[in-house]
Nanobody, 115 residues
Framework: QVQLVESGGGLVQAGGSLRLSCAASRRAFSINRMGWYRQAPGKQRDMVATVTTSGTTNYADSVKGRFTISRDNAKNTIYLQMNSLQPEDTAVYYC?????????WGQGIQVTVSS
């Protein structure tokens, strides 16, 4: 089992920045991949960014160049630095951890970008 606790969401104006954090209850080396997904009202949950144990990152095309995912294995924590936020980034953001073939999710955190 892996418990994930997210923090850092909120309300920001377009063009602003936010930093999300996700702390895992399990040692990072046992988690193959961690990442952030988001779900806007009436839409499916989509991948935003992921990072593997070795540091390999992957981003959705819509956030490339604006968002940066990072991982601190010593703290079992990942971060999502979000810059140049736009109203279309408004969603509930979920932290994800993959251990072998099992997926674990945080409770989600709201990010709202006003125009």
């Amino acid at each position: 089992q892996v418990q994930l606790v997210e923090s850092g969401g909120g309300l920001v104006q377009a063009g602003g920045s936010l930093r999300l954090s996700c702390a895992a209850s399990r040692r990072a080396f046992s988690i193959n991949r961690m990442g952030w997904y988001r779900q806007a009202p009436g839409k499916q949950r989509d991948m935003v960014a992921t990072v593997t144990t070795s540091g390999t990152t992957n981003y959705a095309d819509s956030v490339k160049g604006r968002f940066t995912i990072s991982r601190d294995n010593a703290k079992n924590t990942i971060y999502l630095q979000m810059n140049s936020l736009q109203p279309e980034d408004t969603a509930v953001y979920y932290c994800n951890a993959r251990v072998v073939i099992s997926d674990y999710w945080g409770q989600g955190i709201q990010v709202t970008v006003s125009s």
